[in-house]
């Protein structure tokens, strides 16, 4: 359903919706919105690469079964 609501955002639309939030939180508001942002999504990335690390760095069970067998 999300594609559907912003699927068809043209230049006109992305004018707009820019005016309003330059209206809505000024000049001086949007680039710390903005850094606030691009540190939210740098976290973002590095808590999924973090649990990525961490699956990849767990051994299965499968493994270590077979080396306490050997």
Not at 12 to 33: N, Q, S, T
């Amino acid at each position: 359903m999300l594609p559907l609501l912003f699927g068809n955002i043209g230049l006109p639309e992305a004018i707009i919706i820019f005016v309003v939030i330059l209206l809505l939180f000024g000049g001086k508001k949007i680039p710390e919105l903005m850094h606030g942002l691009g540190k939210g999504v740098a976290g973002f990335r590095k808590g999924l690469n973090e649990i990525e690390n961490e699956i990849k760095a767990t051994p299965s069970s499968d493994s270590s079964e077979k080396e306490t067998n050997a």
